[in-house]
């Protein structure tokens, strides 16, 4: 089994959009159509089962994600989301690190798996991590280095 871990802002979505102030957040409405579908051809071409890290995952149900992610492109569903560890002074990233391994221990089934994230440092998790540039999203060079992680 592949797992793509999957951070939102700054990976399906770029800091430089103009957000509709209009639009709720936490909606696909905050989410681009053409790095959806990029999200959707690594995953066609992967096999790989998505499992949201992002924080996006306290503020929607797995169904509501899934329902988000297929509007903008990706219809393939969401297979778990990371759970929810306590924040520390150590922030985000570290904490965001810690749910993911926690994850995977749980998941001995789980053969290749990257983590999709525009965070810079995810600690012990790097030599797994696909940084986003959160200026551009999910790239074409991001796909070449996600897909020999997760077929290698
Ligand atoms: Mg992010």
Avoid: C
């Amino acid at each position: 089994m592949r797992v793509i871990f999957l951070d939102f802002d700054g990976v399906l979505n770029r800091e430089t959009d103009a957000i509709d102030e209009e639009s709720e957040l936490w909606t696909a409405a905050w989410l681009e159509s053409d790095l959806v579908e990029r999200l959707a051809r690594l995953v066609a071409s992967t096999g790989a089962k998505v499992v949201v890290s992002s924080s996006w995952r306290q503020r929607r149900s797995l169904a509501e994600l899934a329902d988000i992610l297929a509007e903008r492109g990706y219809p393939g569903g969401v297979h778990d989301v990371t759970a929810r560890l306590p924040r520390s002074e150590e922030g985000e990233q570290h904490v965001r690190a810690t749910e993911i391994a926690a994850w995977l221990t749980a998941h001995p089934e789980v053969a290749n798996w990257i983590i999709l994230d525009d965070e810079r440092d995810l600690g012990p998790l790097a030599h797994r991590h696909v940084w986003t540039d959160p200026s551009v999203g999910l790239s074409e060079q991001n796909l070449v280095e996600a897909r020999a992680l997760l077929l290698g």
